[in-house]
T-cell receptor
Framework: EAAVTQSPRSKVAVTGGKVTLSCHQT?????MYWYRQDTGHGLRLIHY???????EKGDIPDGYKASRPSQENFSLILELASLSQTAVYFC??????????????FGPGTRLLVL | GDSVTQTEGPVTVSESESLIINCTYS????????LFWYVRYPGEGLQLLLK?????QKGSSRGFEATYNKETTSFHLQKASVQESDSAVYYC??????????????FGHGTILRVHP
């Protein structure tokens, strides 16, 4: 059974509208991440979280908010969606160990089209 | 800043041929880089293919190999004989073993691999 799930899997949104992407993990991991991928680019980190009720800005946070209400759930919020936010969004979880970069486990992605 | 550069795709090979996907990295803010290859099959999320945390070491999985070369800052992915089921997108990634960026990864843009029967 998939340990990281995302919803919705695809979405069409209108410019200026609000979009919420949800992520749920059953790995019991403390760390969760939101990435976006655009054609020709690698995954870029938007927000991440080390613990419930706390989020951190990643490399490209502008235009996005994040919410981590519990260890299992991590949401990405686009308050005013824009055309430039059309992309595929990936959620991931991990549990970095003592001095070891641990594996990140990814969801299947959400394809967002903003019109 | 930190960055990862990998072979531009798509890469097209025939079944049973050998494969190499190049990956080079720049780790200007990372004290102890460690390196990963992830793979994304159609309709699925990324999954770890292999990782190496120590320079000079080789990682291997599912017939794929990659050696962490600190001198050339490279982590090329190789396979001696590909199968059609290897068709996927391959991502090279750079992590921070023990520094302030622990937990974060820097990804390359991904290389599409198409294997023809």
């Amino acid at each position: 059974e998939a340990a990281v799930t995302q919803s919705p899997r695809s979405k069409v949104a209108v410019t200026g509208g609000k979009v919420t992407l949800s992520c749920h993990q059953t790995n019991n991991h403390d760390y969760m991440y939101w990435y976006r991928q655009d054609t020709g680019h690698g995954l870029r980190l938007i927000h991440y979280s080390y613990v419930a009720d706390s989020t951190e800005k990643g490399d490209i946070p502008d235009g996005y908010k994040a919410s981590r209400p519990s260890q299992e759930n991590f949401s990405l919020i686009l308050e005013l969606a824009s055309l430039s936010q059309t992309a595929v969004y990936f959620c991931a979880s991990s549990e970095p160990g003592q001095g070891v970069q641990d594996t990140q486990y990814f969801g299947p992605g959400t394809r967002l089209l903003v019109l | 800043g930190d960055s990862v550069t990998q072979t531009e795709g798509p890469v097209t090979v025939s079944e049973s041929e050998s494969l190499i996907i190049n990956c080079t990295y720049s780790a200007t803010s990372i004290a102890y880089p460690n390196l990963f290859w992830y793979v994304r099959y159609p309709g699925e999320g990324l999954q770890l293919l292999l990782k190496v945390i120590t320079a000079g070491q080789k990682g291997s999985s599912r017939g794929f190999e990659a050696t962490y070369n600190k001198e050339t800052t490279s982590f090329h992915l190789q396979k001696a004989s590909v199968q059609e089921s290897d068709s996927a997108v391959y991502y090279c990634a750079l992590g921070d073993l023990a520094g302030a960026n622990t937990g974060k990864l820097t990804f390359g843009h991904g290389t599409i691999l198409r294997v023809h029967p």
